[in-house]
Every structure is written in C-alpha cells, then in structure tokens.
C-alpha cells in the first residue's frame, strides 16, 4: 500500500434521483471495511527500532552510572554517601572506593577561597537540617522560615498535612461523587444539551450586549462632565471608554452575525451531543478506555523519570584543578538525555494515539451498522483492528509529534541557554518560532485524531487519512468551526459544572468534619481530582463526537439517502440537502432500522 494510496477511496457523491424512473436498487455501499491490510508498517518498524535503540543507551548509561550519586550525593573522592563505592584501578583516584555506609548525609561547603568542597558526614550539624540527604544550612530555613511567617503560613504544611490525614475518607467519598456526576453530564449531554447550549449562547449574547451597552453609557458620562468642567480633559478616560466601546460593539455585531450564520450547524452540534450519548449507551466499554490509557501514561511518566536520574548520574571520572573528583557527560550521555525526552513524547502520543483509534473504530462500526441490536463486542473488535491492522499508523502519528515536540524543548533550552545574554532581537525570534511550533503542533494533533478516524473507517494508511480528513473539514468548515467553537465550551462547561459540584459537596462534608485547620485543603484537592476525572470521561466524549461527525460526513460524501440510503440516523439526516427527499424514501422501507 502505498504512503497516498487507500483500499477505499472514496466514489464521486451519488447525486439523489428517483427510484421509479431509474430502476436501481436500493443498496449503501458498504463504508466501513472489514477486510483489510496493514497499514504503514515501516513507521511501526522504526518506532521498535527507537525502542531497541533506547535500549542499548539505557544500557551504556547504567555502565557509566550510578542513580545512588543523584539520590544520595557523592563526596570529593566520588564516594557515593551513604553507600560502597566499587574503587577505580587508576591510581589517580585512589580515594574512591571507600565505605560510606554510616556517613549516609552529603555536607557542601565554602572556603574562604571559594571553593565548593563535598563530603559525607554521619549526621548534620546543628546549623544544618537534612533535605533529601543533603545537610543544607538553617540561614536558608531561617529565610523561608521569616517568609513564610511574614506571610502567616507558619504552620500552615504541617496542619494541611494533618488535615488531609484526617479527611481521607471524604477526599475518597468526593472522589466517587466526581466519578457520578460525571456520567451524570454525559447523560445530560445526551437529553438536555439544547437548553446548555442555548443558554451559552443567549448569556454570551447578552453579555456582550451588556457590556457594550454600559461602555457606551461610560463614555456618555465622561463626555457630559468634561464638557460640564467637572474632570479636567487631560484626566478624562472619555477617548479610551469610546476606544473600548466601539471595540465591544464591533464584537457582538460579529458574534451576532455568526450565531444567525451557522444556527443550523449549531443545531448540528446538538444533534451529535445526542448521537454520541446513544453510541455511548450502546457501547459502555468506551468510558474505560481513558483508564487504562492514563494508567499507562502514569507508568510510562515513572519510566522516564528513573531513567533520567540513570542519565544524570552517568559520566566519565576526571579530577578537576581544585583535585576533586567528579564525572563528566560525554556525546553519548548527551545525546541519551535528548533521546530519553523524544522517547517519552514518542510514547504518551502512541498510548493516547490508540486509544483515539479504539474510539473511532468502535464508533465506526456502530455508525455504520444498521441494526444496531445485532452490534456486539464493537470496543474488543476495535482493539483487535488496532492490534492487528494499524499499530503503524498510530506509530507514524506518535512519531510525527513526538518530533515536533522535541524541537519545542530544544528551543526552549535555547532559550534558558541565551538567558545571560541581553539579546531582544534572539529572544524575540525564538519566542515567534516556539509559537509557531506550538500553533502547528496543535493543528497537526487536530489533523491527526481525525486521520485515525479516516483510517477507522476505511483502513487507509495515514498519509491517506489525513487527506480525506482534510478533504472532509475543509468541505464543511462551518460545521467544524461550531463543533469546535460551541461544542468545546459547553464540554468545558460540563468539566466545570462537576469541579463545581464537587466542591459544594466537599463544603457539605467539611462542615460535618471536626478537627480541620484549614478545610478548604481537602476541599480544593478534591476540585482537582474532580477536573482529572471529569477530563477523563468529556475527552473520551469529545473523541466520540468527531468520529461521528467524520462518519456523518463521509456518509453524506458516499450515499444520496434515496438510491443508496444513508446509514446516518432520522436526526442527522435534518442536516443533509434532500433531507425530506431522504426521509420519505426512508418511511418506503418497511425493515430498515436506526
């Protein structure tokens, strides 16, 4: 197959005719392939590669390393505290090797000549307290001590701490009860998204009506006491208040015209709210899918951070001029760091990336199956497809961020890197260049969720499916536009009406609650609990919502509803061109089924 080529690719749109004077038969042509091929193997290949390519750094580094140098310190003579260090067999560091076992805290001082000396010591002296191993001196504790009292927040971590110990099982109770109001916006979404949209739009409405209306009033009054001499001319904010009225009153008349413009695909976001509450009841397993996708996301984050305190610790030996030992970071050290980054971005974008493609698999199939009693096992069979079929194309999606994301960090190091140098115009071009990165990653994301639902469909490599998706956005642009403008927001809204939720009735249990200092701890923590598991459940949604509308249109693209009759339900066929012609030839068929 190759990298622009397609099984399926997609048949010039059936104009709608009549049955009677055609004499064709009533069949769809068949949307969703069944029988296909492995799609782009050589991106799956190379991400293996970069697997066994990480593997042997890894290796190299653990042989130049020791993770006990990070964690614990090492002294003068690269003796690690706290540990048994293997001694070198170069002469030149002969110091090294000693037991440090009882010695387990690292002590840093300064000469009177400057020089940062390192050692182990038994315990920390009494101007010294232990962090993380390290004895650092109580003049830094002093200073974030008289902070901290200056801002009342003496012993503020202690009684937080304490009051999370005292409130884990409401934090445990709240965390349920985000859990069920978020199922519970996702049946809302389904029967009672109109109302949320409508009053999204009437406040918007409204507000900016309010707000140019009083502006306008603003500007009166500056107006009428600057004329009346009562606030000098210099002083008056009458140009400014004009300025900002003329501004707002420019911005409703557009948000006016676009509501009035795209109220019917507005209408149509509605609709697909709908539709992916009906996919959602016929196909639970979709709401563990962010589950385990997270759950892997969280290994894979432990991952990287154990293997790059491996790479921080490893370095050759060398003894600098003040004759103290330490290790230095060749090409391949460096070069383990940078790859160790592209490997973990690499990585979270293929886990999230399949389970976008279980998604839309299974949302492809349901969508395109017409008796949808007879649909089983869709999520299971989605992710044998994945398994089987199309790992490569997730792997070329993952690949192609994961790389755009690398030179992102490697700008931004630049950047951290050019900070001692007063340089506005480098500093200005690489501020443009990270926001153009960052504005093309975000489109390239966008692009590439909806290739994987063009492969879904038509098991299309990716290259492929991101041209039919384009194809497909492009040629209903409006529609996108809604679905991401309007469709976003009242998402956003549903992550913010269970955070809400949830924080009135950890206020309810708090009160109930005795011995708490500071409530609104265990209170904000679980708002933030809230938001991750609201964000768990609404991103499955908005994925949902995008494999339906990719289908919508590629059904509206492959069928006329009347010689070939779509497989798009009675409230999606509202939005086609010969919806009434559609809906009549479809009452005609007796055993036809949504």
Request: glycine share 6%; with cysteine; net charge positive.
């Amino acid at each position: 197959m190759g990298c622009c080529g397609c099984s399926d690719e997609p048949s010039s749109k059936v104009e709608p005719g009549t049955l009677d004077h055609e004499g064709m038969s009533r069949h769809s042509e068949q949307i969703f392939v069944t029988h296909r091929s492995c799609t782009d193997i050589l991106p799956v290949l190379l991400l293996i590669g970069l697997t066994i390519g990480f593997g042997f750094l890894v290796t190299n580094v653990v042989k130049k390393g020791d993770i006990y140098r990070v964690i614990n310190g090492y002294d003068d003579c690269a003796n690690v505290c706290g540990r048994v260090t293997e001694p070198e067999t170069n002469p030149e560091y002969s110091c090294k090797g000693a037991d440090k076992t009882k010695e387990r805290y690292l002590l840093m001082t300064l000469d009177v000549k400057g020089v940062k000396s390192r050692q182990c010591v038994v315990n920390c002296t009494d101007d010294h307290f232990v962090f993380l191993n390290r004895c650092i001196s109580k003049q830094v504790h002093e200073t974030a001590t008289s902070i901290i009292r200056k801002l009342g927040l003496e012993n503020f971590y202690k009684e937080a701490s304490r009051d999370l110990g005292v409130a884990w099982r409401e934090l445990v109770y709240l965390l349920l009860i985000a859990l069920a109001f978020s199922l519970g916006i996702l049946i809302a979404f389904r029967y009672m998204v109109q109302w949320v949209v409508y009053i999204i739009l009437l406040g918007a409405i409204l507000a900016c009506i309010g707000c140019s209306s009083y502006l306008w009033l603003a500007w009166y009054n500056e107006r009428k006491a600057v004329a009346a001499h009562e606030v000098p001319e210099e002083d008056s904010s009458e140009q400014a208040y004009l300025i900002y009225a003329i501004t707002l009153t420019v911005v409703t008349v557009i948000t006016l015209l676009i509501v009035l413009v795209m109220r019917k695909r507005i209408a149509l976001v509605m609709q697909l709210f709908r539709e992916a509450g009906k996919a959602v009841y016929a196909m639970p397993a979709l709401l563990l899918q962010p589950i385990y996708t997270y759950l892997l996301i969280g290994l894979t984050v432990c991952a990287w951070v154990y293997c790059m305190l491996w790479i921080e610790s490893a370095g050759n030996i060398y003894k600098n001029r003040k004759g103290h030992i330490h290790f230095r970071k060749d090409a391949l050290v460096i070069v383990s760091r940078w790859y160790n980054v592209f490997f973990f971005f690499v990585t979270c974008e293929f886990l999230l990336g399949c389970q976008h493609m279980v998604v839309a698999l299974a949302v492809a199939r349901w969508f395109f199956t017409r008796d949808k009693k007879h649909l089983s096992l869709a999520v299971t069979r989605g992710f044998g497809y994945l398994m089987r079929f199309h790992l490569g194309t997730v792997a070329f999606g993952a690949l192609v961020i994961g790389i755009v994301r690398l030179i992102r960090s490697m700008i931004a190091f630049v950047q951290k890197q050019l900070k001692r140098y007063d340089n506005d115009v480098v500093r200005c071009l690489l501020c443009s260049c990270q926001c153009c990165l960052w504005c093309f990653e975000c489109a390239l994301k966008f692009l590439t969720r909806n290739a994987y639902i063009e492969t879904a469909i038509y098991g299309c490599n990716f290259c492929s499916g991101g041209r039919k998706a384009f194809h497909a956005l492009s040629s209903n642009i409006l529609r996108v536009a809604a679905i991401n403008s309007v469709g976003d927001f009242v998402l956003f809204l549903g992550k913010v009406i269970v955070v809400t939720l949830t924080v009135v009735s950890g206020i309810y249990l708090m009160q109930k609650k005795e011995g708490l200092n500071y409530p609104w701890v265990p209170i904000a923590l679980a708002g933030v609990f809230a938001f991750l598991v609201a964000h768990c459940f609404i991103s499955i949604y908005e994925m949902i919502i995008d494999s339906i509308f990719i289908c919508f249109c590629e059904d509206y693209e492959k069928n006329d509803g009347i010689n070939r009759p779509y497989y798009m339900s009675r409230g999606l066929m509202e939005f086609v061109e010969n919806s009434k012609k559609a809906l009549r030839y479809l009452d005609q068929e007796p055993h036809h089924t949504q």
